[in-house]
């Protein structure tokens, strides 16, 4: 599990402990017995563990209680704490439909093959007023065919996301793909959630063939690549796809270029160039993508200096944004912002990573040599998707000496990618 969020508070295990053991009517209003709750996946130890179960134990009415609750159910289920599962079952029936949906979550990432839990999480299909997306996506995970009459009865649901998972729970259950391109339709749909949950079901099936239309989703590349990496996963081990047919979308997802995109936001009319720029701030990465297209088709010249301009003001603060300015330079060309983009390139706050491996990209869009030294650095890197783009990016430099290194990483993506790249230049030479 990547952990590079979770760590954000600055508090210690004992702290966090003692905090979330404080009655909810004695903690102080500076303090947070959610924050505690949080925190403590950094500390998979017993005494974490049996702190987060006497939270959930603690059954005080009270919304700030249900709260750190449902949020200590969900450590749990991140710290994978077998031995809580006792407790967390006991939340199956619970009142509050948060604290039952984060307890079925969290029996999925424990994993179970007790089929008296597993039936009581389908039963839940049958209760009004649960997330049964959730419910279905943890069935699945266990192959649970006693449900599958359960879960058919949402195939048709109003709910495009409920509907979504139940098609894709049906196809891995009964190996019928028949219906499939109902959910890869989804990765068109208006609302960015449903988009992003259609991807996970299509990994959840186990659907090969929406790799490319996957790639083209308007989602973040950060959903776009689990989903094609977990496919191609499963995939090649199993013999169905091969590296060299997963490749092109893996490389178009991190280039990363809103012309490789099916975009589903359209404008009605030419916005102005400071509108394009606040749409770079948008959650809706969808809205971005469009933004970023049109800023390209019909500001280039000017585009240059408003970057600079709401980098200083926002964007350097603003993860989502300062990722788009990073590979605006970079399609723009814009020699100017080389400093920019290296000082991306080495930045190892949480929460610009992505940033990290835009900027490569961008690097390798400026054409210029120079950055060969400071992208190479990037080969050192645990983070594969920044790894990956280094490679790329020292592709297009023409520099790829580190290759040789990287045909043994631990990483199979990066071994194949270095491995593939020599063996062409091997035939081209």
């Excluded at 408003?306 to 300062?322: P, S, V």
Aim: hydrophobic residues 40%; negative net charge; contains cysteine.
């Amino acid at each position: 599990m990547d952990k590079r969020f979770f760590n954000l508070f600055n508090l210690t295990e004992d702290q966090a402990i003692a905090l979330l053991d404080t009655p909810q009517d004695q903690v102080s209003e500076n303090d947070s017995r959610y924050i505690a709750a949080s925190h403590l996946v950094n500390f998979p130890t017993d005494k974490s563990i049996n702190a987060l179960i006497r939270a959930v134990q603690q059954t005080d009415p009270s919304l700030d209680n249900r709260i750190v609750r449902r949020k200590s159910v969900e450590t749990l289920g991140r710290l994978k704490a077998a031995t809580a599962l006792p407790v967390i079952r006991t939340c199956l029936s619970d009142d509050d439909c948060y604290t039952v949906e984060n307890a079925v979550w969290a029996i999925g990432e424990i994993g179970t093959q007790d089929h008296h839990i597993l039936e009581e999480v389908a039963q839940l299909l049958d209760k009004p007023g649960q997330t049964y997306r959730v419910i279905i996506h943890t069935l699945t995970k266990f192959n649970y065919e006693p449900a599958l009459e359960r879960i058919r009865k949402f195939v048709n649901d109003s709910d495009p996301p409920t509907a979504s998972a139940a098609i894709a729970a049906i196809c891995r259950l009964t190996r019928d793909y028949s219906q499939m391109g109902k959910v890869v339709a989804m990765l068109q749909h208006r609302n960015v959630l449903g988009r992003r949950l259609s991807i996970q079901d299509l990994m959840d099936a186990r659907y090969y063939d929406a790799i490319p239309q996957i790639a083209k989703c308007p989602v973040s590349l950060v959903f776009r690549l689990r989903g094609i990496r977990t496919l191609a996963e499963t995939g090649i081990a199993t013999g169905a796809i091969t590296f060299a047919k997963v490749q092109p979308y893996l490389e178009q997802t991190l280039y990363d270029h809103p012309q490789d995109l099916s975009l589903v936001h359209s404008y009605d009319r030419l916005p102005s160039l400071e509108n394009l720029i606040r749409e770079l701030y948008e959650t809706d990465f969808g809205r971005c993508y469009l933004a970023i297209k049109t800023l390209l088709e019909h500001y280039a010249d000017a585009v240059p200096e408003a970057l600079f301009a709401t980098y200083a003001a926002e964007a350097n603060n603003d993860y989502g944004a300062h990722f788009h300015v990073m590979k605006l330079f970079g399609w723009l060309k814009h020699a100017p912002a080389y400093d920019l983009l290296v000082e991306a390139l080495h930045n190892k706050q949480p929460q610009f990573q992505k940033s990290r491996a835009a900027a490569a990209i961008a690097l390798a869009e400026l054409g210029d040599a120079k950055a060969i030294p400071e992208i190479k650095t990037c080969l050192e890197t645990k983070i594969w998707d920044l790894k990956y783009a280094a490679l790329m990016a020292l592709e297009k430099l023409g520099d790829i000496s580190g290759h040789e290194q990287l045909t043994q990483d631990s990483d199979w993506l990066i071994a194949a990618k270095a491995s593939i790249t020599l063996k062409k230049q091997e035939i081209t030479a």
